[in-house]
């Protein structure tokens, strides 16, 4: 499967890495998302137990479904106090997805203990299927699975399970639900893709930031130093001395090693040699050669 950074023209580089820092910066909004939309989905299965009580009675089905939505309340609040600082997001989504389709399995069995004509739940699962896609980012296709079941599950009640409706009403809320998966599906893909294209344009301004900032300081470097040997620098017509800013006279060797990076070596040039030292080398420089 490709993955989606490199759809947007980075197949060059370390995906992985890179796709670790996109959700570590984004973890905290996805987090609060994923979790509102969860609270939002286990709050009205918890509503409807009333509901299972109404329509089946106090039956052991009733129970189970009870204790089932009980378990993902639990399972929200476990896992709004776990992955509250953000520090295993790969963990995260897994848990997301299967604490999704637990919630969204609950549902599924909850459609089938009510009356074939009951169809008042479902306008309300188009608007919880499109609220799941929102909430629950696309940052992997499995992501989408808890949204996906909601939405086809119910169109298979609808067509399967409730045939004692009419097909007028039946169609509409069937089209709702299709409308809400693909909607969903398109505005959470389009959200995410434009996310990613932030991320990746505000990484590329911060690194031409840090190149720029390194260009000006060696530039500032070079300048200085440029500066530095520039103008009219009095010298001793005698011994060579410089005069520096300060008034005082230095030797040229240690004026320049002050202001530049060069280093000094000393020796002697052919001349110096035969009029110091005429009796070494006979007129020959201190490499052999003659002068």
């Known amino acids: 499967m490709k993955h989606p950074l490199s759809r947007l023209g980075l197949a060059q580089v370390d995906l992985g890495e890179l796709e670790g820092q996109y959700r570590r910066v984004h973890f905290r909004q996805d987090y609060l998302l994923a979790m509102a939309g969860l609270a939002i989905f286990a709050a009205s299965t918890a509503l409807l137990s009333v509901n299972d009580f109404q329509f089946i009675g106090p039956t052991p089905t009733a129970f189970a479904l009870l204790a089932g939505r009980i378990a993902l309340i639990a ?6 106090v776990t992955f509250r600082r ?7 989504d897994r848990c997301l997805v299967w604490c999704g389709l637990f919630g969204v399995t609950l ?22 299927t499109l609220i799941l896609f929102l909430m629950f980012r696309m940052r992997r296709p499995w992501l989408a699975l808890a949204p996906t079941y909601l939405g086809l599950s119910g169109l298979l009640t609808l067509w399967f399970w409730k045939t004692s409706s009419s097909l007028p009403p039946l169609a509409a809320i069937s089209l709702s639900l299709v409308v809400a998966m693909a909607g969903g599906y398109t505005m959470a893909c389009w959200a995410e893709n434009l996310r990613r294209r932030q991320f990746l344009t505000q990484r590329a301004e911060a690194e031409a930031r840090r190149q720029l900032e390194r260009t000006v300081d060696e530039l500032r470097q070079a300048q ?19 005069r520096d800013d300060s008034g005082y006279w230095q030797q040229i060797e240690s004026y320049i090693s002050a202001h530049t990076q060069a280093q000094f070596t000393h020796g002697l040039c052919p001349e110096c040699i035969a009029r110091l030292y005429p009796q070494l080398g006979q007129g020959k420089n201190e490499t052999g050669q003659k002068i």
Request: proline share 4%.
């Open 75 to 80: 399972w929200t609040i476990w896992l709004a």
């Open 107 to 128: 549902v599924a069995v909850m459609r089938l203990t009510r009356p074939l004509d009951y169809l008042h739940n479902f306008a309300a699962e188009a608007a919880f």
């Open 86 to 92: 953000g520090d295993d997001y790969a963990r995260f």
């Open 224 to 242: 200085a130093e440029v500066r530095a040997l520039s103008g009219l620098l009095p010298i001793c017509a005698n011994c060579k001395k410089i």
